[in-house]
């Protein structure tokens, strides 16, 4: 599967964004799809994402109440809105796909990924 993520750009600490990330191929259900995110100096760290199987979204404690993800099956895209941000939500953003896999939060279980949009939070 390739993954195609867009929406990053610039905006004031409060503001919004929202992220899209379209895939391609004809199996995209059988996809747990998460997005991480990396600062600089820092390690690539789990977002939010969802299980192939549909089911709870899980989302990182840091975002929690703030970022909202969806899933589209039949577009074959998934979405990360981003409200309330914070200048320590800058980072480059991935969407990235598992297959078929129960871990959600692992970084390690995913072995497909998109280029990347960066998110730049200002104060």
């Known amino acids: 599967v390739q993954l195609q993520a867009s929406g990053g750009g610039l905006v004031q600490a409060g503001g919004s964004l929202r992220l899209s990330c379209a895939a391609s191929?004809?199996?995209?259900?059988?996809?747990?799809m998460g997005w991480f995110r990396q600062a600089p100096g820092k390690e690539r760290e789990f977002v939010s994402g969802?299980?192939?199987?549909?089911?709870?979204?899980y989302c990182g404690d840091s975002v929690k109440g703030r970022f909202t993800f969806s899933r589209d099956n039949a577009k074959n895209t998934v979405y990360l809105q981003m409200n309330s941000l914070k200048p320590e939500d800058t980072a480059i953003y991935y969407c990235?796909?598992?297959?078929?896999?129960?871990?959600?939060?692992?970084?390690?279980?995913?072995?497909?990924w998109g280029q990347g949009t960066l998110v730049t939070v200002s104060s």
């Open positions: 191929g004809r199996t995209f259900s059988s996809y747990t």
């Open positions: 990235a796909a598992a297959y078929r896999s129960w871990r959600v939060g692992e970084i390690n279980e995913y072995d497909y």
């Open positions: 969802i299980s192939w199987s549909g089911g709870n979204i």
